[in-house]
């Protein structure tokens, strides 16, 4: 696919990988329109100089940000109008407080999803690729800490007996877009993919999400500083780049909506992080507390990568060291010592 003058709408392209996404697609050369309700999302993290042209739109070249609320028919038939290709990253979503609290609006994707995939449909669009997510695989799969399984794309195959069984109310909504989108691609041949993104960090994060709390904490000078659980569940963080590189890619190679794996295949205990967190920081709590009362997610997660190696050529670029340093330094310059620390329990399940 050559992304040059190629028109493309990106839902929720102002929120945390969305906006990111954005910045590949105009370096690419597409004119890329953004649709957004700022829920999660803000103006800021498209650091463009841009023309308010009033009633909630935006404008720079080959850049058009709208305020707009794609539940509604009417909006999302507006905002597909015109466009070859569609990334659908716009979603209710949280880090593991926000989706362990907030299991109804979490619901409210699959008629998101749904209205976009149609309006894309009727549109004509060439192409959608949906944003899923690694909430989509069995928890059984992941129990285990010191876990060296990993999460290969059929292990939540939901026409296979005994594979879907997704993680909270979140996972599900996720694993139904995918299942969606596929049917959109047998009935009417409409080109599809599906991202299944994996633990994503890096800066225009918010604080729901495990490694920006982390960062907020040791910012703010926590102390005793709070982990939620053991500390010895791991995940396998993948930095924002990397993540944007598979989206890319994926709608670029693939058409029949196989969903492929974006993430790593290494591990990191939690407790592994603030460690790394404190010596990027230069600063080291007195005393640190393990929370067990708050939820802490599976026990153990990383990626099979055989599908995105095979398919795309894709292989994640940032370390976590250098991850972590970046988002550190990003969150250190952008964010007020007092608002963090009067905010922080907010922060940590609202978004």
């Known amino acids: 696919m050559r992304w040059n003058r190629k028109r493309v709408l990106v839902t929720g392209g102002a929120s945390f990988i969305g906006s990111h996404l954005v910045d590949k697609l105009l370096s690419l050369g597409a004119e890329v329109?953004?649709?957004?309700?700022?829920?999660?999302?803000?103006?800021?993290?498209?650091?463009?100089?841009?023309t308010n042209k009033g009633s909630g739109v935006w404008t720079s070249e080959n850049l058009?940000?709208?305020?707009?609320?794609?539940?509604?028919k009417t909006s999302a038939k507006l905002m597909i109008k015109d466009v070859d290709v569609v990334f659908h990253l716009a979603a209710l979503h949280g880090g593991r407080g926000y989706i362990h609290t907030h299991p109804a609006q979490c619901c409210t994707n699959m008629i998101l999803d749904q209205l976009v995939f149609e309006e894309a449909y009727k549109a004509g669009v060439e192409k959608i690729c949906f944003a899923s997510s690694a909430c989509v695989y069995p928890s059984y799969l992941q129990e285990s800490t010191g876990s060296l399984y990993l999460l290969k794309e059929g292990d939540a195959d939901p026409f296979v007996r005994g594979k879907a069984f997704s993680d909270l109310e979140y996972g599900w909504a996720k694993l139904m877009g995918e299942m969606a989108l596929k049917a959109y691609h047998k009935q009417y041949g409409i080109s599809t993919s599906s991202v299944r993104i994996f633990t994503a960090y890096g800066p225009r994060e918010n604080e729901t999400h495990a490694i920006i709390a982390l960062i907020a904490k040791a910012f703010v000078k926590m102390d005793p500083y709070q982990i939620w659980g053991t500390?010895?569940?791991?995940?396998?963080?993948?930095?924002?780049?990397?993540?944007?590189?598979?989206?890319?890619?994926?709608?670029?190679?693939?058409?029949?909506g196989t969903p492929v794996n974006a993430g790593r295949d290494d591990r990191i205990t939690i407790n592994e992080v603030?460690?790394?967190?404190?010596?990027?920081?230069?600063w080291r709590p007195r005393n640190i507390k393990h929370d067990l009362s708050k939820p802490q997610g599976v026990a153990s997660r990383a990626a099979d990568l055989t599908r995105a190696k095979k398919i795309l050529g894709w292989a994640p670029k940032v370390s976590y060291r250098e991850g972590f340093k970046r988002t550190v330094e990003w969150y250190f310059t952008h964010k007020a010592r007092g608002d963090v620390k009067a905010n922080l329990n907010r922060l940590l399940t609202e978004r």
Do not use: W
Request: proline share 2%; charged share 30%.
């Open 231 to 256: 500390g010895e569940q791991d995940r396998n963080f993948t930095y924002v780049s990397d993540i944007v590189d598979v989206l890319v890619l994926a709608a670029e190679k693939i058409d029949d």
């Open 274 to 282: 603030c460690e790394m967190i404190f010596y990027i920081t230069g």
């Open 64 to 72: 058009a940000v709208h305020k707009v609320d794609l539940k509604d």
């Open 33 to 50: 329109k953004v649709a957004d309700d700022f829920s999660s999302g803000k103006l800021g993290n498209l650091e463009y100089p841009s």
